[in-house]
């Protein structure tokens, strides 16, 4: 972390591209799994990491070290491009690998890729804030904790919404959820 922040600095006061470079070598292969695990596509996967590393270097100057962690700050940055992202296009989503996941038997029944495309659907169509607490503890594997530092909202909230969704697909999907 020491390493990054040197690097956020050089590049804030001198325009380094060698420090950009770095930051984005050390993040890049986290973020194309973020998104590749919601898009299924290595072209789509590759513009959308393309486009959140460009957002992040653009938006440096407003980072703030105190509020967030870079890698938190970048995060919530992936998960409002990936939103705008299925906003512009729909994405087709890939299975999540059983062993990354151990909640409820309503995740497991997410390795079905045909529901997985309808509960995608059904959670486009909400709240981008509900969409990101999804997204993060799905396809990232966040804690609610991380979640809820990367969204700037009480822990307790996150994990409220998180399960009222949950609830809300197992009500949509019935069985299959």
């Given at each position: 972390?020491?390493q990054e922040?040197k690097?956020?600095?050089?590049i ?8 950009a ?8 292969d986290?973020?194309?799994v973020f ?5 299924g596509?290595?072209e789509?996967?590759?513009d ?5 590393f460009?957002?992040?270097?653009q938006?440096l ?13 970048l995060?919530?940055?992936a998960a ?5 992202a299925?906003?512009?296009v729909k ?14 038997d309503?995740?497991t029944?997410?390795?079905d890729?045909d529901?997985?495309?309808?509960i995608?659907e059904?959670?486009c169509?909400l ?8 997204r993060l ?12 530092q ?5 822990e307790?909230?996150v994990?409220?919404?998180y399960y ?5 697909l197992?009500?949509?999907f019935?069985s299959?959820?």
């Amino acid at each position: 972390m020491k390493q990054e922040n040197k690097w956020i600095k050089e590049i804030l006061r001198h325009g380094s591209k060698e420090a950009a470079d770095q930051l984005v070598r050390a993040y890049y292969d986290e973020i194309y799994v973020f998104a590749y695990r919601q898009t299924g596509s290595r072209e789509d996967s590759q513009d959308l990491t393309q486009e959140i590393f460009i957002a992040a270097l653009q938006s440096l100057p407003v980072f703030n070290i105190e509020k967030a962690s870079f890698r938190t700050w970048l995060y919530r940055i992936a998960a409002h491009k990936i939103i705008d992202a299925r906003r512009r296009v729909k994405l087709v989503t890939v299975p999540i690998d059983e062993e990354s996941f151990s909640e409820e038997d309503f995740v497991t029944n997410l390795l079905d890729k045909d529901l997985l495309n309808q509960i995608e659907e059904y959670v486009c169509a909400l709240d981008p804030e509900l969409q990101t607490v999804f997204r993060l503890r799905i396809y990232a594997e966040y804690s609610f904790p991380e979640i809820a530092q990367i969204s700037g909202q009480a822990e307790e909230k996150v994990k409220a919404q998180y399960y009222r969704l949950v609830k809300r697909l197992k009500k949509e999907f019935g069985s299959h959820a």
